[in-house]
């Protein structure tokens, strides 16, 4: 199993976010960022890897040519920017002089199977892929090839709101959070995928 955590220099940042909260919090298509008076802390999606299994073909099929399948390993990672934040015409203020309450790493297990092809279709493939809390078992009946322990944001709870700065079934931006997942407690409704780790 491969291992994709936020190395020591990140905890360190979310001691920092922990212990001094920010003046603002914005979100972007790709980036939440923790905007202070001369720099700011971004948090952002990384792909880790691509992970080429190969397919399981149906027989009938087994002569026509079919392009490999990629699938990717997406994490979050965490750096400061020297530099005061400017916000862009798409930047969407979150939260302004709110003192964060708590604090948690969002860590989940990332399990990838082989495609399989269709009884019926060429082009059309199915996949047990998924993700799981780290703290829960797998299914053992799953064909599984690979797994990735990753970290992959941050829960954070505020005075009047709680923010899920984490990647959501593995995507590559956080759109799905603003539009679907304001202010909800997604700790308690994906506690099945994910871990929340707390921070002191």
């Known amino acids: 199993m491969k291992e994709y955590l936020f190395s020591e220099k990140e905890l360190k940042l979310i001691e920092f976010l922990?212990?001094?909260?920010?003046?603002?919090?914005?979100?972007?298509?790709?980036?939440?960022?923790?905007?202070?008076?001369?720099?700011?802390?971004?948090l952002g999606i990384k792909c880790a890897e691509k992970i080429k299994l190969g397919f399981i073909p149906e027989k009938k099929f087994i002569n026509m040519s079919v392009s490999d399948f990629e699938q990717y390993v997406m994490i979050a990672t965490l750096k400061r920017v020297n530099q005061k934040f400017k916000p862009q015409t798409g930047s969407e203020l979150l939260i302004a002089n709110?003192?964060?309450?708590?604090?948690?790493?969002?860590?989940?297990?990332?399990?990838?199977?082989?495609?399989?092809?269709?009884?019926?279709?060429?082009?059309?493939?199915?996949?047990d892929s998924y993700q799981i809390n780290?703290?829960?078992?797998?299914?053992?009946?799953?064909?599984?090839?690979?797994?990735?322990?990753?970290?992959?944001?941050?829960?954070?709870?505020?005075?009047?709101?709680?923010?899920n700065c984490f990647i959501l079934d593995n995507d590559d931006d956080f759109s799905t959070n603003s539009h679907c997942y304001q202010n909800v407690n997604l700790k308690k409704e994906k506690k099945k995928i994910y871990s929340f780790i707390k921070t002191e």
């Open 18 to 42: 922990k212990s001094n909260s920010p003046k603002k919090i914005w979100l972007e298509p790709i980036f939440y960022i923790f905007e202070y008076d001369n720099f700011y802390i971004e």
């Open 98 to 127: 709110e003192k964060i309450i708590e604090l948690n790493i969002v860590r989940t297990l990332l399990f990838y199977c082989q495609h399989e092809q269709s009884k019926e279709r060429s082009d059309f493939f199915n996949t």
């Open 134 to 163: 780290p703290d829960l078992g797998i299914n053992k009946e799953l064909k599984i090839e690979r797994t990735c322990l990753a970290d992959v944001g941050l829960w954070i709870r505020l005075n009047n709101k709680i923010l």
